[in-house]
């Protein structure tokens, strides 16, 4: 009997390795397209002022001149080679940097210079005479602690004054002592010691931002940990908090937070399928979906492809296959450290492999302009089994400035898959092709 439950366990096991899918994980994903990120996203969306308080008037600046900062702060700016303001710093940067100081929300998605804006704000608010924190900034993760402290070095590289602190796991500090840094960045459970070990006085932080909203939730007691530190800061404390995406959690945690906010959003760019030529292929088993691959990619050998596969078993074998006939093939899924997936996404914007091999690690953010062909090896579904609309645009749809013209191939291998095509096609009223591989001129 004991035998029998060892091996039905393992047997279990291997089913749910065979079946592993790279289900989304908002803090590894947010790290992973700020550290791809080169500058800042295309956004030519106006900011919507979702609220305003009526007694002040909302300014939005052109320059970062306009600012009247610190010589040695704006000095710093442009050494980040920042020539104007962005889209949503136009807008925010007034806001923070206002005196009196007012309160802002902010959502706008990731690479539109949200960071560098409370960075800004931040390094601007600090006095540098006094020694203890004036700033607290919270981030969901130590990783992004760190990216944000990165940042703040960077543009903060001449305001040699300033210190500042990490309070993540691993950094100690000893009992009975004061901080005497200036800007404290830390993560809400490490902060929350602190406070308890009275490291610092809570009461005289005067700036408080809450970045990553969204991906804070998402952490298991983040949320709580943060209203807990709030609970304790004074009534005075200016409040920023900001997120990449916006829904009624984010909105209702946020409006807990922020009392008086000024809420600014800018939406997303658009993507669309304008540009995109969508086809289909039937095949009916796993090996007749490769040749069909094999058939696509030999016809279309120019530019770069990407392959999206549902499970890291399928990724994984396709790739072997692939590689074992000659096809220079990257592999990119959720197995690796975000450190490991920027050195697969390098090497292939360099054009080192031709053929990136994904599961959903790689369908929001990430703008490879020379990919012409995009394979859905397995039709994008959600948990119940369903097409998954959302997907589908994000890995094919290109926003306006990468709108150069694409190709998009679907595997399909089943009548079930045939009727999710089917649910796409509706969805976006746009007819999907029929491909004979066999026949690949048919292609534009
Ligand atoms: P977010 O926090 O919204 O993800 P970041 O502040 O990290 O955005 O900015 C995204 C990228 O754009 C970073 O590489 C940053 O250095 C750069 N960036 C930010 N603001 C500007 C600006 N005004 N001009 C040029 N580049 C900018």
């Not at 209702?252 to 399928?273: D, G």
């Not at 890291?312 to 590689?323: E, H, I, V, Y």
């Amino acid at each position: 009997e004991n035998k029998f439950s060892a091996f039905s366990v393992q047997d279990n096991q291997q089913k749910s390795e065979d079946e592993a899918t790279d289900s989304y994980n908002p803090a590894d994903d947010s790290l992973f397209v700020k550290m791809i990120r080169k500058g800042l996203v295309d956004n030519n969306n106006d900011i919507e002022v979702q609220r305003k308080d009526p007694k002040s008037p909302l300014y939005s600046v052109k320059s970062f001149d306009a600012l009247n900062l610190k010589p040695n702060l704006l000095k710093g700016v442009y050494d980040m080679g920042f020539e104007a303001p962005s889209r949503i710093q136009e807008t925010a940067l007034p806001t923070l940097l206002a005196d009196p100081c007012q309160n802002l929300i902010a959502q706008a998605q990731s690479g539109t210079g949200k960071t560098a804006a409370f960075v800004l704000a931040m390094l601007s608010r600090v006095d540098p005479k006094i020694p203890y924190p004036q700033v607290l900034c919270l981030s969901p993760t130590y990783e992004l602690a760190i990216q944000t402290g990165e940042v703040a070095a960077k543009m903060g590289k001449f305001c040699t004054e300033i210190e500042m602190r990490f309070a993540v796991r691993g950094e100690e500090f000893p009992r009975g002592s004061k901080l005497t840094e200036h800007i404290l960045i830390g993560t809400p459970g490490k902060v929350l010691d602190w406070i308890r070990f009275k490291f610092f006085d809570i009461q005289k932080i005067k700036v408080f931002v809450l970045d990553e909203a969204d991906v804070m939730i998402a952490q298991q007691g983040h949320q709580d940990q943060c209203i807990r530190i709030h609970k304790e800061l004074s009534p005075s404390c200016q409040m920023m908090f900001f997120s990449a995406t916006y829904n009624q959690e984010v909105m209702e945690f946020a409006e807990l937070i922020v009392k008086n906010p000024i809420i600014i959003r800018l939406r997303r760019e658009e993507e669309s399928l304008d540009n995109i030529a969508q086809y289909y292929v039937r095949c009916m088993t796993a090996e007749s979906k490769y040749n069909a691959v094999i058939n696509i990619y030999g016809t279309l050998g120019v530019g770069q492809a990407i392959i999206f596969c549902r499970t890291r078993k399928t990724a994984s074998w396709l790739a072997q296959k692939m590689s074992g006939e000659g096809h220079a093939v990257a592999v990119l899924n959720g197995d690796l450290t975000v450190e490991q997936r920027i050195d697969v996404l390098d090497r292939f914007r360099e054009g080192k492999e031709k053929v990136l091999i994904t599961t959903n690690v790689l369908s929001r953010g990430i703008d490879v302009e020379q990919v012409t062909i995009v394979v859905n090896f397995d039709l994008p579904v959600d948990v119940q089994g369903r097409a998954d609309c959302e997907t589908y645009l994000h890995r094919i749809g290109r926003t306006g400035r990468f709108g150069k013209k694409g190709i998009a191939i679907n595997l399909v291998d089943s009548e079930g898959s045939m009727q999710i095509l089917k649910e796409i096609e509706s969805h976006f009223g746009r007819k999907i092709n029929c491909l004979d591989t066999e026949n690949s001129e048919e292609i534009e």
